[in-house]
């Protein structure tokens, strides 16, 4: 708890271009939780380098990531928007959590699987404990809740048990972080395979909407989508991409899977892909006016990213040192 409100933490990677996936599973559920909770939202460009990155293209994703929450709606002064690596206690608790992370619950991790399979020439140690860096950036604010989309949930669970096996020996150390995943919209898939997740790292550029593609792209690659034969918007399970465009248009409107289904009965595909790419045009556009905008005044971010680090820091400082002492580090003499 901080100031008697409950902790919220989540953070992206600042890889590859954000996709509509990455908005309406995580980022549009930040935004509406963020007067209920005392918020962290991190640019994880400290998981960023597990995958060979330029690092002048990095730092310039991780600002424009940092931009692009405030341009979502994240109030920079209400909520803690900051680089991870500017906040050392991360690198410093990952450490000392892999020392209770066991090597058989990585290798189980899907993620690291699929990771390791596509970048074959390095499969680095760091590509493997991913998932207790992804601990410790929650354990260290002590959240109570961490919304993510689907495939982020099993390095939480694994968070969790690293938690619980810690406080079991030591005590209540660690809050216990519960998942959150919005109604609608938890796992996006690819408009062009929809049987596997719209993802920020596919070849294929029409099989994902970038946040950052003009309205005429958007429409474009809604009316490519692919379908099915059937000629009936219905949320069956065999017509996995009319499911999909249900639940990207219904994320984006906040209207119900039933309430959709009913719009577009007796409507062909053609009207019903345009209507999407419209509700998609209309969340998009203001965040990219705002993010344009933002863009343009360096010395406000500069002053948001200094302030945040420091607050961070001292919430993070916090649980690293009762860390440390609870392993039996010792004090410091001052
Ligand atoms: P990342 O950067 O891959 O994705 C950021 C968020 O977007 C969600 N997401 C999706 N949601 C729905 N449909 C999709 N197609 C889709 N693709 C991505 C992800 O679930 C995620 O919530 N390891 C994390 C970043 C991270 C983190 C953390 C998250 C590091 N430390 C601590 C929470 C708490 C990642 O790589 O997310």
Redesign the pocket.
């Known amino acids: 708890m901080i100031d008697n409100k409950k902790v919220l933490?989540?953070?992206?990677?600042a890889t590859g271009d954000l996709?509509l996936?990455?908005y309406?599973?995580?980022l549009k559920n930040w935004v509406t939780l963020c007067d209920e909770y005392e918020c962290f939202y991190?640019v994880?460009d400290m998981?960023s380098i597990t995958v060979r990155q330029d690092p002048a293209e990095l730092r310039k994703r991780a600002r424009n990531l940092l931009t692009l929450y405030i341009a979502a709606g994240l109030d920079p002064e209400k909520n803690c928007l900051y680089y991870q690596s500017h906040v050392s206690a991360h690198a410093e608790l990952a450490w000392i959590l892999n020392c209770y992370a066991y090597m058989g619950e990585l290798n189980r991790m899907t993620q690291f699987k699929d990771k390791a399979s596509k970048h074959t020439e390095n499969i680095n140690t760091g590509l493997y404990t991913y998932p207790v860096l992804?601990a410790a950036?929650?354990l260290l604010y002590q959240a109570d809740v961490?919304p993510?989309?689907?495939?982020?949930m099993q390095?939480l669970e694994l968070c969790r048990d690293v938690a619980q096996r810690f406080n079991g020996i030591y005590g209540e150390v660690f809050t216990i972080p519960e998942g959150y995943l919005g109604k609608i919209?938890?796992?996006?898939?690819s408009l062009q395979e929809p049987e596997k997740?719209?993802?920020k790292s596919d070849e294929n550029t029409n099989a994902s909407i970038y946040l950052m593609d003009d309205p005429d792209t958007i429409m474009r690659k809604c009316k490519r989508a692919v379908t099915d034969s059937k000629a009936c918007v219905s949320y069956e399970e065999d017509q996995p991409g009319i499911r999909n465009l249900l639940d990207i248009y219904c994320a984006c409107t906040d209207k119900s899977t039933q309430e959709a289904v009913l719009e577009f009965e007796g409507k062909g595909y053609g009207d019903f892909k345009s209507a999407v790419g419209e509700s998609v045009i209309s969340v998009l556009l203001p965040i990219q006016t705002r993010f344009k905008e933002l863009s343009t005044d360096k010395a406000y971010i500069d002053q948001i990213i200094k302030a945040n680090a420091e607050k961070a820091n001292y919430y993070a400082q916090k649980t690293l040192r009762k860390v440390q002492k609870k392993v039996g580090f010792p004090e410091r003499i001052r």
Do not use: E, P, R, W
């Open positions: 933490f989540s953070g992206m990677q996709t996936g990455n309406l599973g995580a991190s994880v998981h992804m950036d929650i961490v993510v989309g689907k495939d982020q390095h919209g938890a796992k996006i898939m997740k719209m993802s």
